[in-house]
T-cell receptor
Framework: DGGITQSPKYLFRKEGQNVTLSCEQNLNHDAMYWYRQDPGQGLRLIYYSQIVNDFQKGDIAEGYSVSREKKESFPLTVTSAQKNPTAFYLC????????????FGPGTRLTVT | SQQGEEDPQALSIQEGENATMNCSYK?????LQWYRQNSGRGLVHLILIRSNEREKHSGRLRVTLDTSKKSSSLLITASRAADTASYFC????????????FGKGTKLSVIP
């Protein structure tokens, strides 16, 4: 089955620790995205990548970092500099051509205490 | 920045009724997409309408687009309890932009 996997589904961390969220896709998509969703809110773009070894900041990149060493993988690190990291994180991918219909993973719910 | 704004924020209807959700946006677009999100899950793409289209159908879904008013509507006919979810519009804007801009969503509850 083609799709996007995110792991783990739930993640708990202590304040001050960095944490890395996994995102893998086997859709052969060039573009990948990370979003943050807070309760009752829409999606806000953290980072996106159009091609391997290249990525761009989205609207709320501060306190986050990413890498894109392989086409299939786009991990997100939530650093201790992120002031309010507790949220639902969604990874998505799309083909590298219009229209950019996005395919989403199941999400990771991160709780930092 | 969020461009799409859905209206209403929440909608509760009886099974079998039609549900209409609206989306307004601010700048010119290439296309507008609607997504569904079941509670605690990822988003699923429902339907896309291009800027040169006015209406599109897919099963029980009907989408309209009025670029002069910068608005779109999603109609779900003969709703089912399984349609209970949040619905988001997302706009794809200008040249060179890979980004979709999502609204805050409409939470639809279909009561059996």
């Amino acid at each position: 089955d083609g799709g996007i996997t995110q792991s783990p589904k739930y993640l708990f961390r202590k304040e001050g620790q960095n944490v890395t969220l996994s995102c893998e896709q086997n859709l052969n998509h060039d573009a990948m995205y990370w979003y943050r969703q807070d309760p009752g809110q829409g999606l806000r773009l953290i980072y996106y990548s159009q091609i391997v070894n290249d990525f761009q900041k989205g609207d709320i990149a501060e306190g986050y970092s990413v890498s894109r060493e392989k086409k299939e993988s786009f991990p997100l690190t939530v650093t201790s500099a992120q002031k309010n990291p507790t949220a639902f994180y969604l990874c998505a991918s799309s083909e590298d051509r219009r229209p950019y219909e996005q395919y989403f993973g199941p999400g990771t719910r991160l709780t930092v205490t | 920045s969020q461009q799409g704004e859905e209206d209403p924020q929440a909608l509760s209807i009886q099974e079998g009724e039609n549900a209409t959700m609206n989306c307004s946006y601010k700048t010119s677009i290439n296309n507008l997409q609607w997504y569904r999100q079941n509670s605690g899950r990822g988003l699923v793409h429902l339907i896309l309408i291009r800027s040169n289209e006015r209406e599109k159908h897919s099963g029980r879904l009907r989408v309209t687009l009025d670029t002069s008013k910068k608005s779109s509507s999603l109609l779900i006919t003969a709703s089912r309890a399984a349609d209970t979810a949040s619905y988001f519009c997302a706009t794809e804007s200008g040249a060179g932009s890979y980004q979709l801009t999502f609204g805050k969503g409409t939470k639809l509850s279909v009561i059996p």
